[in-house]
């Protein structure tokens, strides 16, 4: 089974920009579908982004279409979220998230989870 590992976060000023990795160990990486979640105090774990074994197809949540970038690297085993124009709605614990099954990823129930790293943005 493929571990997960997240790092990246930091404080930015809002309209500020950072980069988020996720690095995987323990599995084939190209098996996985993998994805981006965030969890905002008090709030409920949501969607940020997937992105397909391959790296051809994506998908974004609304929210943040336009200023976020998901990524891979194969050859690196590594997933970067790029987050430009950041607001401070973006603050949240950031998990990184993978699955076999690409549908399980951008559905909300990826079965491999990392154990998140804070972003938060400030006025």
């Known amino acids: 089974q493929v571990q997960l590992v997240e790092s990246g976060g930091g404080s930015v000023q809002a309209g500020g920009s950072l980069r988020l990795s996720c690095a995987a160990s323990?599995?084939?990486?190209?098996?996985?579908?993998m994805g981006w979640f965030r969890q905002a105090p008090g709030k409920e774990r949501e969607f940020v982004a997937a992105i397909s074994w391959s790296g051809y197809s994506t998908y974004y949540a609304d929210s943040v279409k336009g200023r976020f970038t998901i990524s891979r690297d194969n050859a690196k085993n590594t997933m970067y979220l790029q987050m430009n124009s950041l607001k401070l709605e973006d603050t949240a614990v950031y998990y990184c998230a993978a699955d076999r099954s690409y549908p399980n990823v951008y559905g909300r129930v990826p079965s491999r989870w990392g154990q998140g790293t804070q972003v938060t943005v400030a006025s």
């Open positions: 323990g599995g084939t990486f190209s098996n996985y579908a």
